[in-house]
């Protein structure tokens, strides 16, 4: 049987988190995967224990060395509680210690994207668009390079890092998205990445529980550049108010993204409605086929990452048209005879005001039904955002709102008062049944929530 090859040797590991190796006799030993799950653990992986608030890792590293782990890494302070080196000892693996876990595996993850020095790697951020912006700028340089991605939105603290590990030799393109949940974690996935070229998509209050302000939240995003160290390229949006911050004292070259700029090759548009938008790239026409002004922007970011990295006016247009919907990313569905905006992976006001928009601007013959669920994690804003949601709502082109979740309360009475026909729940069932009741043939319904409403429920 061939032997997977050692995605990095135990030299290196230790190196990179600038300890002394243990036990010399390994030193031309490695391991051959990574995992942070003991149950996900195989023959040659590496077990990365790291502590949470419910559970702690080590109290699996038994599980891992059984499944076939080759190493563990380690908080050292929890080696000699937990009796890690006797374990070790017992199924002859490797004990990588660390002061912290989690960033012992961050430390692994840039120590092994130094491996591959002619790999061009890509971080994009934002606050709404990052899945979207990734997976059509994958298309786009796709088309002439060797790409590798994370996959779905593995874009935290530790899915950042577990993605760097999927790169191999034969890829010469990495875009990574970068996503966030707390201060600083922007500024360690840069330290991890070292970007080449970062893309911010957009700035807005996704997360403002958290950081508190607007500002704060572009203050966070700004750190994908942190680890510039002054060849490289910052791509920001040319509209809202903090461009000029975001351009501010960035080490490296930046160029500002938009329709007509010079960072964007695309200089004409046309909106297909439903079918998405024609965009005119050097004199030739592609059809894009995600739908809505948000989707555009999406495309227009990503066309000038491509084009910072080199990628040909042809191979753009051909990525354009290869560019396929993701899950609850404005799906076009049909569905009990209506046509559905699936657009339910998450919310925000940005992206809510943006799928209503979309759906008012479509050229549509029958009757307009909106389903909005509750935007989370809007902290002390919660409260004022859903009821200019309901504004927004009242002024739209609905004939009929449905409002679903605790949050989307404070909506209905603007609805009300603009003599919409309107039901607010709790219950998805309750949901379902409302939504059946309002649709005929040739409805158009929107689908637009939080993660957490799983708004898609309601077409079982």
């Given at each position: 049987?061939t032997?997977t090859p050692f995605?990095?040797?135990?030299?290196?590991?230790?190196?990179a988190?600038?300890?002394?190796?243990?036990?010399?006799?390994?030193?031309n030993?490695?391991?051959?995967?990574?995992?942070?799950?003991?149950r996900?653990?195989?023959?040659?992986?590496?077990f990365a224990?790291?502590?949470?608030?419910?559970?702690?890792?080590?109290?699996?590293?038994?599980?891992?060395?059984?499944?076939?782990?080759a190493?563990?890494l380690?908080e050292r302070?929890?080696?000699a509680p937990l009796?890690?080196?006797e374990?070790?000892?017992?199924?002859?693996?490797v004990?990588l210690?660390?002061?912290?876990?989690l960033?012992?595996?961050?430390?692994?993850?840039?120590?092994?994207l130094?491996?591959?020095?002619?790999?061009?790697r890509?971080?994009?951020?934002?606050?709404?668009?990052?899945?979207?912006?990734?997976?059509?700028?994958?298309a786009?340089?796709?088309?002439?390079?060797q790409?590798i991605?994370?996959?779905?939105?593995?874009n935290?603290?530790?899915g950042?890092?577990?993605?760097v590990?999927?790169v191999?030799?034969?890829?010469?393109i990495?875009?990574?998205?970068?996503?966030?949940?707390?201060?600083?974690?922007?500024?360690e996935?840069?330290?991890?990445?070292r970007?080449?070229?970062?893309?911010i998509?957009?700035i807005?209050?996704?997360?403002?529980?958290?950081?508190?302000?607007?500002?704060?939240?572009?203050?966070e995003?700004?750190?994908?550049?942190?680890a510039?160290?002054?060849n490289?390229?910052?791509?920001?949006?040319?509209a809202?108010q903090y461009?000029?911050?975001?351009?501010?004292?960035?080490?490296?070259?930046v160029?500002?993204?938009?329709?007509?700029l010079d960072?964007t090759?695309?200089?004409q548009?046309?909106?297909?409605g439903?079918?998405?938008w024609?965009?005119?790239?050097?004199?030739?026409?592609?059809l894009?086929?995600?739908?809505g002004?948000h989707n555009?922007?999406?495309?227009?970011a990503a066309?000038?990452?491509?084009?910072?990295?080199?990628?040909?006016?042809a191979?753009?247009?051909?990525?354009?048209?290869?560019?396929?919907?993701l899950?609850g990313?404005a799906?076009?569905?049909?569905?009990?005879?209506?046509?559905?905006v699936?657009d339910?992976?998450?919310?925000n006001?940005?992206?809510?005001?943006?799928?209503i928009?979309l759906?008012?601007?479509?050229?549509?013959?029958?009757?307009?039904?909106?389903?909005?669920?509750s935007?989370?994690?809007?902290?002390g804003?919660?409260e004022?955002?859903?009821?200019?949601l309901g504004?927004?709502?009242a002024?739209?082109?609905?004939?009929?709102?449905?409002?679903f979740?605790?949050?989307?309360?404070?909506?209905?009475?603007?609805?009300?008062?603009?003599?919409k026909?309107?039901?607010?729940?709790?219950?998805?069932?309750?949901?379902?049944a409302?939504l059946?009741?309002?649709?005929t043939g040739?409805?158009?319904?929107?689908?637009?929530?939080s993660?957490?409403?799983?708004?898609e429920?309601v077409?079982?």
């Amino acid at each position: 049987m061939t032997q997977t090859p050692f995605l990095m040797d135990f030299a290196t590991a230790w190196h990179a988190l600038d300890c002394t190796p243990s036990d010399l006799c390994t030193m031309n030993a490695g391991f051959s995967s990574v995992c942070i799950d003991s149950r996900q653990a195989t023959a040659g992986s590496l077990f990365a224990a790291l502590a949470g608030e419910k559970t702690d890792g080590h109290h699996f590293v038994h599980e891992a060395f059984r499944r076939g782990a080759a190493a563990a890494l380690v908080e050292r302070a929890k080696i000699a509680p937990l009796h890690l080196d006797e374990l070790a000892g017992k199924y002859n693996a490797v004990l990588l210690p660390a002061e912290n876990t989690l960033s012992g595996l961050q430390a692994l993850a840039a120590a092994y994207l130094n491996l591959f020095p002619r790999l061009l790697r890509v971080g994009i951020t934002g606050s709404s668009g990052k899945t979207t912006t990734k997976e059509i700028a994958r298309a786009l340089c796709r088309t002439e390079k060797q790409v590798i991605a994370n996959a779905g939105n593995l874009n935290s603290e530790t899915g950042l890092p577990l993605s760097v590990f999927e790169v191999r030799a034969g890829h010469e393109i990495g875009i990574f998205e970068a996503g966030m949940n707390r201060p600083g974690e922007i500024a360690e996935l840069a330290r991890v990445l070292r970007p080449h070229i970062a893309l911010i998509t957009t700035i807005g209050s996704a997360h403002i529980g958290r950081f508190g302000s607007v500002r704060a939240i572009a203050e966070e995003k700004k750190a994908l550049f942190s680890a510039f160290s002054g060849n490289e390229t910052a791509l920001i949006p040319a509209a809202g108010q903090y461009a000029a911050l975001l351009a501010e004292n960035v080490r490296g070259k930046v160029v500002r993204w938009g329709l007509g700029l010079d960072g964007t090759p695309a200089r004409q548009i046309r909106s297909c409605g439903l079918r998405g938008w024609e965009i005119e790239l050097d004199g030739e026409t592609a059809l894009f086929p995600l739908p809505g002004k948000h989707n555009l922007d999406n495309a227009l970011a990503a066309l000038a990452l491509a084009s910072s990295a080199g990628i040909s006016g042809a191979a753009l247009r051909a990525g354009l048209e290869s560019v396929e919907p993701l899950f609850g990313r404005a799906e076009i569905i049909e569905f009990w005879g209506a046509t559905v905006v699936c657009d339910c992976y998450n919310a925000n006001p940005e992206s809510m005001a943006a799928a209503i928009a979309l759906c008012d601007d479509a050229v549509w013959p029958g009757t307009r039904v909106y389903v909005a669920g509750s935007m989370l994690e809007l902290g002390g804003q919660s409260e004022e955002a859903h009821r200019l949601l309901g504004v927004q709502l009242a002024q739209s082109k609905a004939a009929a709102v449905l409002l679903f979740g605790a949050e989307t309360a404070a909506a209905v009475d603007a609805v009300q008062a603009a003599g919409k026909h309107v039901v607010h729940t709790t219950d998805i069932d309750a949901l379902r049944a409302a939504l059946k009741k309002y649709i005929t043939g040739g409805t158009l319904v929107l689908l637009k929530g939080s993660r957490g409403c799983a708004l898609e429920r309601v077409l079982d």
